[in-house]
């Protein structure tokens, strides 16, 4: 028999059948990115973006189609990590805002939604690209006007014919954008969408009805029935126990050893953290066995601190489960302004602090900060006008997100890409100058300076014209690869040949937490004899990732 219309109970199962297949093609996606290089992934900030929502779905109990849409839309809208989660949080707010009020929905109300979502999607990019996941949306939402206009109402031909119009469109998007052709891939965005929608239609089918969200995805695990006492079952968790432990270390701490971490604690437990700040390792995951992650522990140092939460017992009130601090208002009187910044490492938010940056949000560029980040961080600071520094062009949408719905102060974000355009707007400041005044400023002077930084490659591949290998060290600038090769500080020449002009004056370099400081004046002597004329500061920034970020002015 035709299915014509879908009501709330089944959207909301769709829904979080389309979260669950994003969250299980998760890594597929991350493989798409056309920089080979080890943080922040595409698959990755979805996929929290999607679960964010998933997490207020699934506890619906008697859902109707306008709590349903509240949940999806606020709920992407705050947990929006990334360009592409961004994005996606705009498609399902879109669609949100047509759905909502309808008891069912049937073809025509999804045609008018998906107009809606992309026309919001496009809105929300500054200057929106082709051969992304915009190109994939806008290619889904034509079909769906082509299948309502000829008349179809039934959905199981509808979803057919949309996901393989989806699939056409984005194994085009190498032909659209040049970068992904000569990487050999398709739009790890659209791969996402398609990924949802491919879910959703599953969930119709009455597939992926059991839901859980495991790993790095959400507080909850284990198996949950959706909708209905009858059907629910009494949440079990699959790994009992949240365990937090800090380590002295006993020798360098590389990222190649922090990946190796990462990869036994994902095999033992999920929702796994790693981080390294100044010779200590700070790890958290849910495991079933925490005397067996504490064994582990002790091959890489001292125990400094340990903590074990039961899951369970947590839920029930029994014991505090919740670790993340809630943000709090400064108890200092209002000013008129303040800053926040996004900072990796210890030494940059040094760095910031000393500038004047009122509230640090961890991340960057191994988690990008969601949408809920940055308003939690706006609610910490006592200021009437708050300029937001983003310090990653993978985080400027999520900023934007937040100053949108932040309505009691007035947000600025400056557009920074890295942190030395961050250091340099933050220079600029003047106190005496109006909130736009300062803004221009700021944006001036961060567009003047030329920003490096060097990792290593995780994968081969071939990007303007450059071949790169696995393992190869990579000098990435501001609009791509410089420099790359198997010598890091030859690779760190090549890149800043690149960067430094006659008129240049001073390099800045910031080296990270895998370099020692032996290392990192071995690199700023070699750096001093090619460049005899330019002054060269060498401060410790003990960022994740990138071994060494600079600047030239």
Known sequence: MAVNTLDASLLAKMFLAGAKKLESKKDEINELNVFPVPDGDTGTNMTLTVMSAAKDVYALKDPDMDTVCKSISSGTLRGARGNSGVILSQLFRGMAKVIKGHDTIDIGIISAACDKAVEMAYKAVMQPKEGTILTVAKGIAEKINEIYERGEEDFDVFFKEVIEKGNEVLAYTPELLPVLKEAGVVDSGGAGLMAVVEGIYEGYLGKGIEFTMDEETSDAAGEVRLFGAEEKKVKEYKYLYHTTISIMLDKAFHIQRESEVK???????????????????????????????????????????????????????????????????????????????????????????????????????????????????????????????????????????????????????????????????????????????????????????????????????????????????????????????????????????????????????????????????????????????????????????????????
């Open 263 to 553: 990869k036994y604690l994902n095999e033992v437990g999920d929702e796994v953290t790693v981080s390294v700040d100044e010779g200590i390792v700070n790890v958290g995951l849910n495991t079933s066995d925490p005397g067996m992650v504490l064994q582990k522990a002790l091959q890489y140092g001292e125990l400094i601190d340990v903590a074990i939460v039961n899951r369970k017992m947590a839920e029930e009130g029994k014991v505090a489960a919740e670790n993340k601090e809630t943000a709090k208002v400064s108890n200092e009187p209002r000013k008129p302004v303040g800053f926040v910044a996004v900072s990796a490492g210890s030494g940059i938010g040094e760095i910031f602090k000393g500038l004047g940056v009122d509230c640090l949000i961890e991340g960057g560029q191994t988690m990008n900060p969601s949408t809920e980040d940055m308003l939690n961080a706006v609610k910490t600071v006592n200021a009437d006008t708050v300029f937001i520094f983003p310090n990653n062009k993978n985080i400027i949408l999520a900023a934007n997100q937040a100053r949108d719905l932040t309505k009691d102060k007035k947000i600025i974000v400056i557009p920074t890409k890295t942190v030395p355009q961050c250091i340099s707007a933050m220079i600029a400041y003047m106190p005496d100058a109006s909130a736009e005044d300062n803004e221009a400023y700021m944006n001036e002077a961060a567009g003047m300076v030329k920003s490096g930084s060097l990792t290593y490659a995780v994968r081969d591949t071939s990007i303007d014209g450059v071949e790169i290998h696995e393992h190869d060290f990579m000098g990435i600038g501001d609009s791509g690869i410089l420099s790359n090769g198997a010598d890091i500080q030859e690779v760190m020449i090549a890149m800043l040949d690149k960067m430094a002009e006659d008129t240049s004056e001073l390099i800045s370099i910031y080296y990270g937490a895998d370099v020692s400081e032996e290392d990192a004046e071995a690199m700023k002597t070699k750096v001093s004899e090619h460049f005899p004329s330019l002054d060269i500061e060498m401060t410790a920034g003990a960022q994740p990732v990138y071994y060494y970020i600079v600047s030239v002015e």
